[in-house]
């Protein structure tokens, strides 16, 4: 009789545990499932690359560690003028020159082997690339594949270039602002040392027969003071305030004039001219212009010790010709004065410190600084521009431009040297002691009667108080409180027909010629003699 099924069950269950199959090995559908998962993981992280490298700003590159390419973007195939699917497989290095190729080489190397990514700059054909090279790791820490980025900063460069030349013009500019300052305050106070001295000796001569024995003293004295005014005239006009008496003028006449004096003294220089027939004038003060040139032919002379060529040039050129050196150029016709010589030339170490005062290459005892320092303001007083190009062994081209106008020169009449007498009341402002006390001084000698204020506040409580009787207002510029300039204006209101002569230790310009334009007489320019004084004030109460 067969075994009851149960049964079997029964003892299966109660006694030993039958042994299980092993478990069967994954289904070849569960393989495939996996690869087809790491297909997708693959694909999105040559998607996700292929992304980045394009979104890139600049051009990008994947390499193996051999420098064979993998991928690369948009930007790079456009700047190298190639399709991206032909460089893909290539070497990196046939899309540089072999030297730049092998250094680029070995900062791919520094990577592979450091693992840090590494950052640099080179050149290749004229342009210049900001480039860098990150290292790409398996999950074991290995470099396996590298991403290279490299940006074109050549126009960056320049502008950065650009900036940097500009900040330098622009803090030299400030400097010489600021040293142009105190040199205009020096030369003030000097000027109204030099008045009082000046008074004093004109009052002095004004009794003294020329056959007096302190009469040749006395004018030995006054060209002393002269030479000191020669002085502060090359401080002021370094300071910018040395335009005095501005008139038209003809640049090439007193070029012809200065340079043939020059070259007199120095015959071994030979001048070669080229000089515009059609020049337009210039507005300027003949002897501050006198000045520039000398200068300029002196500083020629000194880098010629052994002869050579000067040349000469004017021209009347648009503001678009002078170069631009940080500053903005008023629009306009120039006249250019070019001095060129065949000289030693100027080191590029000192080239831009040229204009400096008390700068010089000379031996000491053979040369102040200050030649080159007051052109350079004299010209800038005028509105004008001066520029200097040179090499070492080269020689050296100063270039000088005047505002152009079509106004000629007039024949102006000759003074008759002598001091004049006359009558009337003059009203004299000035807050220093010795030059009011000298001044006033020299007034009565003429003749007048001298009313004095030591502030503008008195000038204004005097002039008020005796308007009816004051014939002319002799009113010093630079004052504490209140100004020459608001005195003025004051006076004005008072008496719209009130004569002022403006007086200072600067020069007729800046403030003193926006005072002028606002109706003012006449100018003095401290230190004044007697006859100064006396043809300006006939002149001007002689229409009263």
């Given at each position: 009789m067969?075994e009851?099924p149960d049964?079997?069950?029964?003892?299966?269950?109660?006694?030993?545990?039958p042994?299980?199959k092993p478990a069967?090995?994954?289904?070849?559908g569960?393989?495939?499932?996996?690869?087809?998962?790491?297909?997708e993981?693959?694909?999105?992280?040559?998607?996700?690359a292929?992304?980045?490298?394009?979104?890139?700003?600049?051009?990008?590159?994947m390499?193996?560690?051999?420098?064979i390419?993998?991928?690369?973007?948009?930007m790079?195939?456009?700047?190298?003028g190639?399709?991206?699917?032909?460089?893909v497989g290539?070497?990196?290095?046939?899309?540089?020159?072999?030297?730049?190729?092998?250094s680029?080489?070995?900062?791919?190397?520094?990577?592979?082997r450091?693992?840090?990514s590494?950052?640099?700059?080179?050149?290749?054909?004229?342009?210049?690339?900001?480039?860098?090279?990150h290292?790409?790791?398996?999950?074991?820490?290995?470099?396996?594949?590298?991403?290279?980025?490299?940006r074109?900063?050549t126009?960056?460069?320049?502008s950065?270039?650009?900036r940097?030349t500009?900040?330098?013009q622009?803090?030299?500019?400030q400097?010489?602002?600021a040293?142009?300052?105190?040199?205009?305050g020096?030369?003030?106070d000097?000027?109204?040392?030099?008045?009082?001295?000046?008074?004093?000796?004109?009052?002095?001569?004004?009794?003294?027969?020329?056959?007096?024995?302190?009469?040749?003293t006395l004018?030995n004295?006054?060209?002393?003071?002269?030479s000191?005014?020669?002085?502060?005239?090359?401080?002021l006009?370094y300071?910018?305030?040395?335009k005095?008496?501005?008139r038209p003028?003809?640049?090439?006449?007193?070029?012809?004039?200065t340079?043939e004096?020059?070259?007199?003294?120095?015959?071994?220089?030979?001048?070669?001219?080229?000089?515009?027939?059609d020049?337009?004038?210039?507005?300027?003060?003949?002897?501050?212009?006198?000045?520039v040139?000398?200068?300029?032919f002196?500083?020629?002379?000194?880098a010629?010790p052994?002869?050579?060529?000067?040349f000469?040039?004017?021209?009347?050129?648009?503001h678009?010709?002078?170069?631009?050196?940080?500053?903005?150029?008023?629009?306009?016709?120039?006249?250019?004065?070019?001095v060129?010589?065949?000289?030693?030339?100027?080191?590029?170490?000192?080239?831009e410190?040229?204009f400096?005062?008390f700068?010089?290459?000379?031996?000491?005892g053979?040369?102040?600084?200050?030649?080159?320092?007051?052109?350079?303001?004299?010209?800038?007083?005028?509105?004008?521009?001066?520029?200097?190009v040179s090499?070492?062994?080269?020689?050296s081209?100063f270039?000088?431009?005047?505002?152009?106008?079509?106004?000629?020169?007039?024949?102006?009449?000759?003074?008759?040297?002598?001091?004049?007498?006359?009558?009337g009341t003059?009203?004299?402002?000035?807050d220093?002691?010795?030059?009011?006390?000298?001044t006033?001084?020299?007034?009565?000698?003429?003749?007048?009667?001298?009313?004095?204020a030591?502030?503008?506040?008195?000038a204004?409580?005097c002039?008020?108080e005796?308007?009816?009787?004051?014939n002319a207002?002799?009113l010093?510029?630079?004052?504490?409180?209140?100004?020459?300039?608001?005195?003025?204006?004051?006076?004005?209101?008072?008496?719209?027909?009130v004569?002022?002569?403006?007086?200072?230790?600067?020069?007729?310009e800046?403030?003193?010629?926006?005072?002028?334009?606002r109706?003012?007489d006449?100018?003095?320019q401290?230190?004044?003699?007697?006859?100064?004084?006396s043809?300006?004030l006939?002149?001007l109460?002689?229409?009263?």
């Open positions: 067969g009851d049964n079997r069950m029964a003892q299966a269950g109660c006694g030993e545990v042994r299980l069967a090995p994954p289904v070849e569960h393989n495939i499932s996996d690869r087809r998962h790491k297909a993981a693959l694909r999105n992280s040559e998607e996700t292929r992304v980045l490298l394009n979104a890139a700003p600049t051009a990008a590159f390499i193996d560690t051999q420098g390419v993998l991928a690369v973007n948009h790079a195939a456009t700047r190298l190639l399709a991206a699917e032909a460089m290539r070497p990196i290095s046939e899309f540089s020159p072999p030297s730049v190729a092998e680029r080489r070995q900062k791919e190397v520094e990577a592979i450091t693992g840090a590494v950052f640099f700059e080179d050149t290749c054909e004229g342009r210049t690339f900001f480039t860098s090279v290292p790409v790791c398996n999950e074991r820490g290995q470099v396996i594949q590298l991403a290279v980025h490299s074109d900063i126009e960056e460069k320049k950065e270039a650009e940097r500009l900040t330098i622009l803090q030299q500019a400097k010489m602002e040293i142009g300052t105190l040199a205009g020096i030369a003030h000097f000027n109204n040392l030099l008045m009082a001295i000046q008074g004093n000796v004109s009052l002095m001569l004004f009794d003294t027969e020329p056959s007096h024995p302190h009469h040749r004018t004295i006054e060209k002393l003071i002269r000191g005014a020669d002085l502060t005239s090359k401080l006009g300071a910018r305030k040395g005095y008496e501005s003028l003809m640049l090439n006449d007193l070029l012809q004039e340079a004096t020059f070259g007199r003294m120095r015959k071994d220089i030979r001048i070669e001219w080229n000089l515009a027939p020049l337009k004038g210039i507005i300027a003060d003949k002897g501050q212009v006198e000045q040139l000398l200068n300029l002196v500083n020629a002379s000194d010629m052994g002869g050579g060529k000067l000469l040039k004017t021209d009347t050129v648009a678009g010709k002078i170069p631009s050196k940080g500053y903005a150029i008023r629009p306009g016709l120039y006249v250019r004065l070019t060129a010589d065949t000289g030693v030339g100027i080191d590029k170490d000192i080239i410190r040229i400096d005062p700068f010089t290459t000379k031996k000491m053979r040369g102040t600084g200050l030649g080159l320092a007051s052109a350079y303001g004299i010209v800038k007083s005028h509105n004008g521009y001066i520029d200097v090499e070492k062994g080269q020689g081209t270039s000088v431009y005047f505002p152009a106008t079509d106004a000629r020169p007039t024949v102006a009449g000759e003074k008759n040297g002598k001091p004049e007498e006359g009558f003059i009203l004299l402002v000035d220093e002691t010795v030059v009011l006390e000298v006033a001084a020299m007034i009565r000698r003429l003749g007048y009667t001298v009313l004095i030591r502030s503008g506040r008195e204004v409580a002039y008020t005796h308007a009816d009787r004051i207002v002799i010093d510029m630079i004052m504490p409180e209140i100004g020459g300039g608001e005195v003025f204006d004051q006076l004005k209101r008072i008496n719209p027909r004569k002022v002569l403006l007086a200072s230790g600067y020069s007729m800046g403030q003193a010629r926006e005072i002028m334009s109706g003012c006449g100018f003095l401290k230190p004044f003699t007697l006859e100064d004084i043809v300006r006939r002149s109460i002689g229409h009263s």
